[in-house]
């Protein structure tokens, strides 16, 4: 399994960007993907995910109202659409990927397969 992140770059508060996962080799609706990112000096942390085998969604508090997750299982690939940018949004995102699990879509050390992450950075 791999995955190929794409879409970061530079934006300023209140803009928009639009990252983009494609996924290769076993990955299908019974694998569970998301977003995470890390802040420099911060840990790891959760950022958004949804189901393979339904639509349900998982956002954490502070990008909920301002960032959509959608996938896509014929073109194997998951997007994070972002709006209204903060400077605290400033960081590398990671597309992750686990088995479909029971677990909360939250629990990041459940995702068993990563990319090499993007960066976004918004500032003025």
């Not at 770059?9 to 996924?23: I, M």
């Not at 290769?24 to 085998?53: C, H, T």
Request: proline letters at 2%; charged letters at 20%; a positive charge.
């Amino acid at each position: 399994v791999q995955l190929q992140a794409s879409g970061g770059g530079l934006v300023q508060p209140g803009g928009s960007l639009r990252l983009s996962c494609a996924a290769s080799g076993r990955i299908d609706s019974n694998y569970d993907m998301g977003w995470l990112r890390q802040a420099p000096g911060m840990e790891r942390e959760f950022v958004a995910a949804i189901k393979g085998s339904s639509s349900t969604t998982r956002y954490a508090d502070a990008v909920k109202g301002r960032f959509t997750i959608s996938r896509h299982n014929l073109q194997r690939t998951v997007s994070l659409q972002m709006n209204s940018l903060k400077p605290e949004d400033t960081a590398v995102y990671y597309c992750a990927a686990r088995r479909r699990s029971v677990v909360d879509l939250a629990t990041t050390s459940t995702y068993n397969y990563w990319g090499q992450g993007t960066l976004v950075t918004v500032s003025s």
